[in-house]
């Protein structure tokens, strides 16, 4: 797989949003295999701790999706963070696929 991936954070009054974006860099689609519903994840770090993730108490959809990214296309997965406590963090986005893990983090102060 050619795909790079980064995520951004924005902090406002009282949610943090985060937006990850996944790139084919390469000359060739890739076809992404989803291994549910959730297409991509995001988890909130405290140094090392796990404070938050979207997807945690959440169901989505068992069955396998497969999306095609084109050759120098993009894709973006938005998520938020509700009432975040006041801190510096790291948040960890993944995609969520059966193929090679694409993988992207940021550091944010709330």
């Not at 689609?29 to 988890?43: C, H, N, V, W, Y």
């Amino acid at each position: 797989m050619t795909l790079q991936s980064s995520v951004t954070a924005t902090v406002g009054a009282d949610r943090v949003e985060f937006e990850y974006t996944v790139e084919n860099v390469g000359n060739d689609p890739e076809d992404l295999q989803f291994r549910s519903g959730l297409k991509a994840d995001f988890a909130v770090l405290d140094g090392d701790v796990e404070v938050w993730r979207a997807s945690y108490g959440r169901m989505f959809t068992q069955a396998l999706q497969t999306e095609t990214l084109p050759a120098g296309d993009s894709r973006t997965f938005p998520g938020a963070w509700e009432d975040p406590d006041p801190g510096t963090y790291t948040v960890v986005a993944e995609l969520n696929t059966t193929g090679p893990d694409a993988e992207a983090r940021t550091d944010f102060s709330v």
